[in-house]
C-alpha cells in the first residue's frame, strides 16, 4: 500500500515563501511521477506541478510557473514544492499524488495514490 504525507503548509504573508514535503512510503518511490495540485473552497481541484520518475522533466500550470519549483529526492522518497512569491490566490490545500506511469499528467484522475494534503493560507 502506497502512503503519501504532506508537510510544510502554513500561513504567509503575500510575497512570503514556503516549501512542501510529500513522504512516500509503499511500493518503489523511483518507478512514480509525482504531481502536486490543489484545491481552494469552492473551486475544483486543480494541477499545480509534476516531476518525472528521474526529475529531469518538470510540468507547471501557468499560473504558478515561474514562481514554483517542483524536485524530488528519490534517497529520500520525497517530492518537494518550492513556493516563492506566493499570492492570495494560491491559498488552497495542497495534495500529492502518485502516478505508476514515468508519464507526468496533469489530471487528476490519472494518479492513483493521494496524500491528506496540507493548508497553505496566504494573506494580503
Known amino acids: 500500500q502506497v502512503q503519501l504525507v504532506e508537510s510544510g503548509g502554513g500561513l504567509v504573508q503575500a510575497g512570503g515563501s514556503l516549501r512542501l514535503s510529500c513522504a512516500v512510503s509503499?511500493?518503489?518511490?523511483?518507478?512514480?511521477?509525482m504531481g502536486w495540485f490543489r484545491q481552494a473552497p469552492g473551486k475544483e481541484r486543480e494541477f499545480v506541478a509534476g516531476i518525472s520518475r528521474s526529475g529531469a522533466t518538470t510540468r507547471y500550470a501557468d499560473s504558478v510557473k515561474g514562481r514554483f519549483t517542483i524536485s524530488r529526492d528519490n534517497n529520500k522518497n520525497t517530492v518537494y514544492l518550492q513556493m516563492n512569491s506566493l499570492k492570495p490566490e494560491d491559498t488552497a490545500v495542497y495534495y500529492c499524488?502518485?502516478?505508476?506511469?514515468?508519464?507526468?499528467?496533469?489530471?487528476?484522475?490519472?494518479?492513483?495514490?493521494w496524500g491528506q494534503g496540507t493548508q497553505v493560507t496566504v494573506s494580503s
Open positions: 509503499g511500493g518503489i518511490f523511483s518507478t512514480y511521477s
Open positions: 499524488a502518485v502516478r505508476t506511469s514515468i508519464i507526468i499528467s496533469a489530471r487528476g484522475y490519472d494518479y492513483d495514490y
